[in-house]
């Protein structure tokens, strides 16, 4: 046993001097373009992924403190034994609790600054089809880099192959790392805490994909729109996203770039009259730019 770990030791030195020779740095300094635009591409999907909703608790403590000689000056309240913060809502009957699972969307919107107006659907819009792209971004990044990777490893000596996993290699050759988990949508949770402090239940509401989806359908259907626009707008969903990229060939239209191009091309959808000057989710209004046009449009027309 103490041989396997010397020799894997042994190893590991001589492959951290490998990745200290002049050959290693060459091939570091030739694949430095594609190193660099798998950075940037990852900095753009993480920049997606910060994401405020603007929905905060309406929870409002009364903070008593403790009458009696035993526990004076000490506070004698939920928040004892709770953090409760801008995103939690407390909840100390039970009945009210068991109505957030059987209604979550209108007990959210009831317990937590929801405006239900179209500014609130535009920004849930958006954020559905930045959150959309950052999946689909997810997988092509590592798909490029594992592709970039595979082709270096073969240059490598047997040893490094050996002892040097994907990712170690893809620190020395200068990738960052690539967040794959879903810990970016936004959650919010109810908690339900009887009188005497005790936390009988607790509940996440997490804005993932589906969750999403399922808000915007809830407020197209309470906000009043005038007859014609409530007819021509959509749903950004995973089948609209695809039906214009069909529509306009898997093409960026305005650098003319294609998967065809670029097989790891990350397109994104972009609404040409963005929504914050009044456009909508409409076919019409939609079009094709890969994440590097989209990202230096921003919210220009």
């Not at 953090?83 to 407390?90: L, Q, V």
């Amino acid at each position: 046993m103490v041989t396997i770990w010397l020799t894997i030791l042994i190893y590991l030195f001589l492959s951290e001097l490998y990745f200290r020779t002049r050959g290693f740095k060459a091939i570091k300094r030739e694949i430095e373009v594609y190193t660099k635009e798998c950075n940037e591409l990852n900095d753009h999907i993480e920049d997606m992924k910060s994401v405020d909703l603007g929905f905060r608790s309406k929870y409002k403590s009364n903070l008593n403190y403790s009458k009696s000689k035993k526990g004076k000056g000490k506070k004698n309240h939920l928040e004892d034994l709770i953090n409760c913060d801008s995103r939690t809502y407390i909840l100390g009957d039970k009945r009210r609790f068991r109505k957030v699972f059987d209604d979550t969307i209108s007990s959210f919107c009831e317990f937590f600054t929801v405006e239900i107006n179209k500014e609130t659907l535009e920004k849930l819009e958006k954020t559905l089809n930045d959150f959309l792209a950052v999946e689909e971004g997810k997988k092509l990044l590592e798909r490029q880099r594992d592709e970039i990777i595979k082709k270096i490893r073969k240059e490598l000596p047997y040893f490094i192959r050996r002892f040097t996993g994907i990712q170690r290699l893809s620190r020395k050759l200068g990738f960052k790392d690539i967040d794959l988990k879903d810990s970016y949508f936004p959650t919010y949770t109810f908690r339900c805490i009887s009188k005497y402090g005790k936390i009988t239940g607790a509940f996440d509401v997490v804005f993932d994909l589906k969750e999403l989806e399922e808000f915007i359908k809830y407020l197209l259907q309470k906000i009043k729109f005038k007859k014609s626009v409530a007819g021509q707008r959509a749903l950004m969903t995973p089948k609209l996203r695809e039906k214009i990229k069909e529509r306009d060939g898997y093409t960026c239209q305005i650098c003319g770039l294609s998967n065809k191009d670029e097989p790891n091309l990350l397109l994104e959808i972009d609404h040409i009259i963005p929504l914050s000057k009044g456009g909508m989710t409409t076919e019409g209004n939609l079009q094709i730019l890969c994440w590097r046009c989209n990202r230096s449009k921003g919210a220009k027309i």
